[in-house]
């Protein structure tokens, strides 16, 4: 099956920095949606991006499906947005498979 | 409105027991989910349901059994429950297997 490899595993932030996750996939996808694991375990939908590019005020994304790869920045950071954030891609009919996710902390 | 709902959030059982988990989703999809999420925060696919169709059933257990009355509601239900069971059980949909998918906000489940 398809694999997904998301970098980096852990992140520390200062608050009002910048940063860039990274996911990989090993074959070409109809499907990928990143999500947002908060502190309370909700699993809050970010971006459904199987291409392209899409902005949701500080949170943006990139998806390169040719190369195989997806981006997610978040700019600005804050303390809200500390959580752990999946990659899942999809091809054909078969559910999302998931990455094992990026844990951010973010520090005041 | 709440979009994918499950029942119950918290589930505390002894091992050997039987339980099951509920879930409904409002939003129209043809496609629903039952993803396991282990201690480590893994999320692996369990079951899909298309159409009151299981079309997709990973290397479950077969004390897992998923149950789908209709296209808005798929069950969990779980026999002679194994400490290894303890995860979070996470419902979702979608419409068509390349829609966005949607969760709903999950059932934590302790096997003591």
């Known amino acids: 099956g398809i694999q997904v490899e998301q970098s980096p595993p852990d992140l520390i932030l200062q608050e009002g920095a910048n940063s860039t996750l990274r996911c990989n996939f090993s074959d070409s996808v109809n499907n990928l949606q990143w999500f947002h694991q908060n502190p309370w375990g909700q699993l809050i939908n970010l971006f459904y991006i199987p291409s392209g590019t899409k902005q949701n005020g500080r949170l943006s994304a990139t998806t390169v499906a040719t190369e195989r790869y997806s981006l997610l920045y978040i700019s600005s950071s804050q303390t809200t947005d500390s959580g752990v954030y999946f990659c899942?891609?999809?091809?054909?009919?078969?559910?999302?498979?998931f990455g094992k996710g990026t844990r951010l902390s973010v520090i005041a | 409105d709440t979009a994918v709902s499950q029942t119950p959030k918290y589930l505390v059982t002894q091992m050997g027991n039987d339980k099951s988990i509920k879930c409904e989703q409002n939003l129209g999809h043809d496609t629903m989910y039952w993803y396991k999420q282990d201690s480590k925060k893994f999320l692996k696919i369990m079951f899909s349901?298309?159409?009151?169709?299981?079309?997709i059933n990973e290397t479950v257990p077969n004390r897992f059994s998923p149950k789908s009355p209709d296209k808005a509601h798929l069950n969990l239900h779980i026999n002679s429950l194994e400490l290894g069971d303890s995860a979070v059980y996470f419902c979702?949909?979608?419409?068509?297997?390349?829609?966005?998918?949607?969760f709903g906000e999950g059932s934590r489940l302790t096997v003591l």
């Open positions: 979702a949909s979608n419409r068509g297997s390349a829609g966005e998918l949607f």
């Open positions: 899942a891609v999809g091809q054909g009919n078969t559910p999302l498979v």
């Open positions: 349901y298309n159409n009151k169709e299981l079309i």
